[in-house]
């Protein structure tokens, strides 16, 4: 029963795959779609009249919105089963807004960073992330020798009210920058390349991969850092690491999608009421409910007011701040 549920969630999110790439400004018959797909894979010439509109501008945005979907919902799975707090996510700690801040100031400085694939902007929004994890665990670890989950939560809450205020300032600042500033913070996946889709790919890979080798300790601190210890989980240990594998995803997927807000709090609060507590069960369907969420939400961002483009995260905290609502409310009763 369990393998059949999970093939059918693999289903709906190919479905939701193909959908996304098939409507748009320009509608994209579902046959012709599939026959550019044939041709693709059988080598043979691309003469469909959608093809530039597929491969060039939808594939590579939706794959990357799949991909920033994944990343930051098993970010918030990560940081809720580790804090044992079902409010934690990118914000609570603070990562979002670092790499927020990151993204302003290289705005501004209009950096460019020679011979790297990827822009300025990118760069200083994984620079940052990283950055202000090293910060708040540091100041957390001066305070609280033990780095207690409380601590942390509130020194990252006191941080992102910090770098909001920060880039409150830039913005008061460098005026001729405050649309792009703005738009960025609000969450847009208009112009993805396959650059992004690569450098989505390998944090997913590489950082997601490394955090579901930590099922166990996991689901060992959602019942408490002291029964984890009991168990004989490296608390330290394991913390620094699923903090790093978070931290990285959310800084990539800032650093291309923007800010893009209640993902990480709401997907994995639904997977679990869905399919229980076990992170082991979680984990998998966090992958595809997240990357289907943020595909139906660009693809609604794309359409609902075409040809204008609202953005995304605009969407995902409308959505999402309903959904918490809701969710909120049958817990309660």
């Known amino acids: 029963m369990k393998k059949i549920l999970f093939v059918n969630a693999i289903g ?8 996304s790439v098939s409507i748009g400004s320009v509608n994209v018959p579902m046959a012709d779609m599939l026959n550019s797909f044939a041709s693709f894979l059988t080598d043979k010439e691309l003469s469909n009249q959608y093809d530039r509109i597929i491969y060039h501008i939808r594939i590579p945005r939706v794959m990357v919105a799949a991909l920033v979907g994944i990343a930051l919902a098993l970010s918030g799975a ?21 790499a927020s801040l990151g993204a302003a100031l290289a705005i501004v400085t209009r950096v460019r960073i020679p011979f790297l694939p990827f822009n ?8 940052f992330s990283f950055l202000s994890l090293i910060f708040i665990l540091g100041l957390a670890y001066r305070i609280d020798k033990s780095i207690a989950n409380q601590t942390v939560i509130l020194i990252g809450v006191i941080f992102s009210m910090t770098t909001s205020s920060l880039i409150s300032l ?15 913070t609000m969450g847009s ?26 099922l166990n300790e996991i689901n060992a601190f959602s019942l408490g850092e002291d029964h984890a210890r009991n168990l004989g989980v490296n608390v330290k240990r394991s913390r620094m690491i699923l903090f790093l594998c978070s931290s990285a995803l959310i800084g990539t997927a ?7 807000s209640f993902v990480g709090l709401i997907i994995p ?20 409910i997240g990357g289907g969420f943020i595909m139906l ?13 609202l953005p995304i995260g605009v969407i995902t905290s409308l959505l999402g701040s309903v959904l918490f609502i809701l969710i909120f409310s049958k817990r309660r009763q």
């Open 78 to 98: 990560i940081m809720q089963g580790l804090l044992k707090n079902p409010l934690a996510d990118g914000s609570t700690l603070g990562i979002s807004s670092g």
């Open 170 to 184: 830039l913005l008061a600042i460098f005026e001729e920058d405050v649309q792009q500033i703005i738009f960025w």
């Open 189 to 214: 996946l208009a112009g993805s390349t396959y650059q992004n889709v690569l450098l989505m790919l390998g944090s997913v890979i590489v950082f997601g991969g490394l955090a579901m080798t930590q």
């Open 269 to 288: 609060h639904l997977t679990r009421i869905l399919f229980g507590s076990n992170h082991k069960q979680v984990f998998p369907y966090v992958i595809l």
């Open 12 to 19: 709906v999110f190919v479905v939701v795959f193909l959908i």
């Open 120 to 127: 300025g902007t990118v760069i200083f929004a994984v620079l």
């Open 297 to 309: 939400t660009d693809l609604m961002a794309r359409t609902m007011f075409s040809p204008r483009e």
């Open 254 to 260: 800032v650093s291309v999608g923007g800010n893009i």
